[in-house]
């Protein structure tokens, strides 16, 4: 059974500092690997999907890394900005590409 | 594209009472749908699968009694929480991804604060 581990569990920078959120998965068998957003009370906002086959995505100032053989993947937050805060939640896609496993998340605060 | 809605954000019930969430997908079709669960401070907890025009499929400990899904079209499915206990008070979110597009990340809604009272 998957099993999805994010550290750390919460983490808090000053506005403008580069940081790495890191997520680690048991089984390396997945299709793919989605990080999301969410803010307090919401829904889930997809950030970077992740195939299998691919290293890395990019969007603006996020960078995802996607390392299948150590079971492992970070999100890269270059320049960080209040409006950044925010829990962090990282699934793995199961081989089928039909079930998400969560991990359980990292709350980051960017202190303006 | 691919832009789920989840109504209602919010409800507040009486212990005993039902309540019924909707889950749609508004451009395109959806013949599968996932219905999560995340309790504070916690990973979401898939709780079952949704299929159109089929039974759904819950997972390990899951009371199918208790949550009751109907997927009656390709782009609504409901979820009713039955004879609801203040244990129930959880946060309910769903999501789906355009048939076929399995390259595709999954889409989710804006989820549902249920309280009950």
Known sequence: KQEVTQIPAALSVPEGENLVLNCSFTDSAIYNLQWFRQDPGKGLTSLLLIQSS??????GRLNASLDKSSGRSTLYIAASQPGDSATYLCAAGDGSARQLTFGSGTQLTVLP | GAVVSQHPSRVICKSGTSVKIECRSLDFQATTMFWYRQFP?????????????????????????????????????????????????????????????????????????????
């Open chain 1, 54 to 59: 691919q290293r890395e995505q990019t969007s």
């Open chain 2, 41 to 117: 401070k916690k990973s979401l907890m898939l709780m079952a699968t949704s299929n159109e025009g089929s039974k759904a499929t819950y997972e390990q400990g899951v009371e199918k009694d208790k949550f009751l899904i109907n997927h009656a079209s390709l782009t609504l499915s409901t979820l009713t929480v039955t004879s609801a206990h203040p244990e129930d008070s959880s946060f309910y979110i769903c999501s789906a991804r355009p048939p076929g597009q399995l390259n595709y990340g999954y889409t989710f809604g804006s989820g549902t604060r249920l309280t009950v009272v």
